[in-house]
């Protein structure tokens, strides 16, 4: 870790409204986060875990407070250069791998960088470098379709981290895998975190990986009740033999 923020959080509240009744899902955040920290983020369902992170991705603003990734308060940033800011310096990894039925693996994870305006054979070398980072090399061209539920979302992962983000946030990124396959990703978060150095949130019901994370952070009612150490231990090598070695 190099000790410098890469999130700053203060005040941090989001209310909604059903009808006339004001619910207040989040009621006052401060926080710190380190570039290249691991956090898992726990708590029961209903105390703001997935609006918390929504709003760090930039997803939806808060209701009042400030969020700064990376030195910026994203929030005084218009929609365009949110949007921009966004794309570049934050990646997304769902439940659901959210990727586009009609692409290839090689075609979902260029996206980013087509968005982005980068050249398309410099996008191509880009997102053959992130499926072979997650031991995909031989699926290329593969549609989701034709892939198994690991493999789809190990192509969300390598999308999300094709433009090298600072922050990648996940949701509950093994929610939908069997055992497997589920701790098949989990490896590759952190070995991909220690490669990259980019910092890793992920909220998740899962304590088991929470607590291979260095940091746990639990939510109550909205609030960030504890903030702890977790065992952080090295993840195991990845089976397969494509996945990049990382030491």
Not at 106 to 130: C, D, F, H, S
Not at 140 to 167: D, F, T, W, Y
Not at 170 to 182: M, Q, Y
Request: a negative charge; aromatic letters at 4%.
């Amino acid at each position: 870790m190099t000790g410098r923020n890469i999130v700053h959080i203060q005040g941090l509240k989001k209310t909604f409204f059903v009808g006339s009744k004001a619910v207040d899902v989040l009621r006052g955040i401060d926080l710190d986060i380190d570039a290249g920290e691991q956090v898992s983020i726990v708590g029961a369902s209903g105390v703001g875990k997935s609006t918390f992170l929504h709003i760090l991705g930039t997803l939806e603003a808060p209701t009042s407070g400030t969020v700064e990734i990376d030195g910026q308060d994203v929030f005084s940033l218009k929609s365009g250069k949110l949007a921009d800011f966004r794309n570049r310096t934050i990646g997304f990894v769902f439940q659901f791998h959210h990727l586009l039925s009609e692409f290839t693996a090689l075609e979902n994870v260029m996206m980013p960088a087509l968005i982005q305006r980068i050249p398309e054979k410099k996008a191509i070398e880009m997102a053959t470098a992130g499926l072979g980072e997650v031991g995909l090399l031989e699926r290329l061209e593969h549609k989701p379709g034709e892939l198994s539920g690991g493999e789809q979302q190990r192509v969300a992962l390598a999308r999300a981290l094709v433009l090298e983000p600072k922050l990648l946030l996940a949701d509950e990124p093994t929610g939908n895998l069997d055992g497997a396959n589920g701790r098949e990703v989990e490896d590759l978060l952190l070995k991909l975190n220690r490669y990259h150095n980019t910092t890793l949130i992920i909220v998740t019901h899962n304590l088991e990986l929470a607590g291979r994370l260095r940091r746990k952070l639990k939510m109550k009612d909205g609030l960030i009740v504890e903030d702890e150490q977790g065992s952080g231990s090295a993840p195991t090598d990845v089976e397969g033999g494509n996945a990049m070695e990382m030491t």
